[in-house]
């Protein structure tokens, strides 16, 4: 629609921008949530899942070579790791009490050392992650472009949908039992929501951009937000502003799209941030 056909990266400016304006929801619920470390562990968590996928098929495992093509790989292997991992890791909210910090760190550092050394014998699955962990959205398919989307709009609709309820149980969990609402349940419908939308945004796209558009849009939204609703509509503006810009970087000055997109991100939230703190000194007659 916007661009002719022959345009080699259509597929990769409508990966950026959807991602860009759909996953800052997601994120929104992490920042809210005290919980923007989970949002670095667990698209590492998702990365050793597809090194391990990658490894099965070194190894002849006959599932894994059914899968196919690496693409098939990294969907599986993300899944099979990023939901169950941010599942794991969610259930002490259930309990009203939350991982520490301190423990997701680790549990990222143990996702970085488990990825290398199941990479360090299978040169293509090496070569993969590493187009993959500096975005890899250059080189995605139609398929993989339709899957994104259609996983991305599904977790925005229920997300937003049901977005008073999820940030009250995520942000006040004493408050919404005594409301009447299932802690437990919301939280995993959450979490489901949640470590699928990542999941499948890192076997696309990689970590990098995933956690880039989990966190920025929506601190550069909180920048100038007065309320949840502003702060949700900003956020993703501010994503497919961030997306565009990192698209034109690299498309400019032959930079890898996700850090392009990352570094644009970054860019941004430092300007708004100067912008905020000029607005807040006094200015002298």
Not at 60 to 67: G, I, N, Q, S, Y
Not at 89 to 102: D, F
Not at 121 to 145: C, K, N, Q, V
Not at 193 to 205: E, F, K, L, M, P
């Amino acid at each position: 629609m916007l661009m002719p056909d022959e345009f080699l990266f259509t597929k990769a400016l409508w990966a950026a921008v959807l991602i860009g304006a759909l996953l800052p929801i997601v994120g929104r619920h992490l920042v809210l949530g005290r919980a923007v470390l989970l949002g670095l562990a667990i698209p590492q968590i998702a990365m050793a899942g597809i090194a391990f996928v990658f490894l099965a098929a070194s190894l002849h495992w006959r599932w894994a070579v059914a899968l196919g093509d690496e693409s098939a790989k990294a969907l599986v292997g993300s899944l099979l790791f990023g939901l169950p991992g941010l599942l794991l890791i969610a259930a002490p909210w259930k309990r009203h009490s939350r991982i520490s910090e301190a423990w997701l760190a680790v549990v990222y550092l143990a996702s970085v050392s488990a990825t290398n050394l199941m990479l360090a014998t299978d040169a293509i699955g090496e070569t993969y992650l590493s187009d993959l962990f500096h975005g890899r959205l250059l080189f995605i398919g139609e398929s993989e472009l339709k899957l994104l989307g259609i996983t991305l709009a599904v977790g925005f609709v229920f997300l937003f949908a049901f977005r008073r309820r999820l940030l009250l149980t995520l942000t006040d969990p004493d408050y919404a039992t005594v409301a009447g609402l299932a802690v437990g349940g919301w939280t995993l419908a959450a979490t489901v929501v949640n470590g699928t939308v990542i999941g499948i945004t890192v076997a696309t796209a990689g970590p990098l951009v995933a956690f880039g558009f989990l966190v920025l849009p929506v601190l550069t939204a909180a920048t100038f937000a007065k309320s949840l609703r502003s702060n949700l509509w900003l956020s993703m503006v501010a994503g497919i502003i961030i997306s565009l810009a990192g698209f034109w970087l690299s498309y400019h000055f032959d930079f890898p799209l996700g850090d392009a997109v990352v570094a644009a991100g970054c860019t941004v939230l430092l300007l708004v941030r100067v912008l905020k703190i000029r607005e807040m000194v006094p200015k002298h007659p």
